[in-house]
């Protein structure tokens, strides 16, 4: 017993620097994201400037997450995961040398690259260091830290940017993924790439169309664009009912701190048996939908309502969705289907706020929150039928 409960000791204890390699994505996506319009001068004349740097790191995400997720299967998942945080620091540490704005698309576009290979590295890792039936308490606490680089990224790099501009943030973003490289190289085991048998295109497209797969990456591309949804409209919906950016930035503060104190929660719920991915899931969903109709209501009581139900409601989607891909797939393919479910994320993450956006565009914001709560619900339901179908 004491020999087992070492062993764990020792597993958790390597997971630590992959915790650490979540937070630095998303600390890197949200600090910069949240402060690049106090740095670019004329603000007026560039927007789409502007613009474009938001969209260059998240874009390259949706390209490349799939190629680094399959050559971390290939070659091994420590390699890539190494090498994607010292291109992060690489191409960070190039904006602090050239300190020019003009530059900024370069360095985001780098730093967005760098992310495609060490997110599904850190991910798959995850998966293959983890036994089988604890795969929800680890993905809850990866999900954990992952959430916590998401809420303290605005903060604290609105703070490093008041000290120092963006020069400074870079740079600070430059040490950190050094720091956790040099953490993960020495303390996250190298787990070879193991035997796979040949994979055609047919068999490709014939394993990522799977129920088991299509179900829990609907069920977080549902997920990460009410997330998405709640952080860039929730402000605005406060604003049009006359709220100050006190009151909007505490309901996006509280819509991820509850996202991300329920993700461990969920997932330890999901290893106890108290909850099968199917039932966790589909209220999961129903919650969030509920949180997305609750934004309908104006003032700061539906704002904040809808903060706390989309955050919980999206933090018991998260652990349960990764773990049951992690638990569906054969170990050797593992990159490959993080990497493909990452990118359904990001589908999600640009398509939820496109759905609000164009119905708010043709009609109004309250209609734009209605129809993503639809389809929100109508996955959910999706999900409690295949529970009933298995049952």
């Known amino acids: 017993m004491s020999d087992n409960k070492a ?38 004349n560039s927007l789409l400037y502007l613009g474009l740097l938001l969209a260059l790191y998240d874009g390259a995400e949706v390209l490349l997450k799939p190629v680094f997720g399959t050559l971390a299967d290939r070659i091994g998942a420590k390699p890539v995961l ?27 576009l780098g730093q967005g690259a760098a992310a ?36 303290l990224g605005p903060l604290l790099g609105g703070v490093i940017v008041w000290i120092g501009g963006l020069t400074l943030l870079f740079a600070v973003m430059a040490v950190l993924a050094l720091v956790v490289a040099l953490w993960a190289k020495f303390v996250v085991p190298a787990l070879p790439p193991l035997p796979r048998a040949r994979q055609t295109v047919v068999d490709l497209a014939r394993r990522l169309s799977d129920r088991q797969f299509l179900g829990p990456t609907a069920a977080l591309a549902a997920s990460t664009a009410a997330l998405s949804v709640g952080v860039g409209f929730l402000p605005v919906a406060g604003v049009d009912a006359g709220l100050g950016p006190i009151a ?7 819509l991820a701190l509850c996202a991300a104190f329920a993700q461990p929660r969920a997932g330890r719920a999901l ?25 309908m209501i ?31 797939t054969p170990e050797e393919r593992m990159g490959q289907t993080m990497g493909a479910a990452e990118l359904g994320r990001e589908l999600g993450d640009a398509g939820g706020p ?16 209605g129809v993503l709560a639809v389809i929100t619900l109508l996955i959910g339901a999706d999900s409690a039928r295949q529970r009933n179908v298995r049952s």
């Open 7 to 44: 062993q764990l000791e020792g597993v958790r204890w390597q997971m630590w620097p992959l915790y650490a390699a979540g937070f630095t994505t998303a600390f890197g996506a949200h600090a910069v994201a949240a402060n690049l319009v106090f740095d670019l001068d004329d603000l007026a």
């Open 82 to 108: 190494l090498g994607g945080l010292v291109a992060f620091a690489a191409a960070s540490f190039l904006f602090v040398v050239v300190a020019d704005t003009d530059w900024l698309w370069l360095a985001r």
């Open 116 to 151: 495609s290979a060490f997110s599904p590295a850190a991910s798959s890792s995850v998966a293959r260091l983890t036994r089988k039936g604890k795969h929800g308490s680890a993905f809850g606490t990866y999900g954990f830290y992952k959430s916590l680089g998401y809420t």
């Open 248 to 254: 909007t930035g505490a309901a996006v503060s509280v």
């Open 271 to 295: 290893d106890a048996g108290k909850i099968t991915v199917e039932r966790g899931v589909a209220w999961g969903l129903v919650v969030t939908a509920a949180g997305l109709a609750l934004a």
């Open 298 to 328: 104006p003032g700061l009581v539906g704002i904040l309502a809808a903060a706390v139900a989309v955050g919980i409601g999206t933090g018991i989607i998260t652990p349960l969705g990764f773990a049951a891909l992690a638990a569906s």
């Open 354 to 369: 496109l759905i609000v956006a164009g119905v708010a565009a043709v009609a109004t914001l309250t209609a734009g929150f």
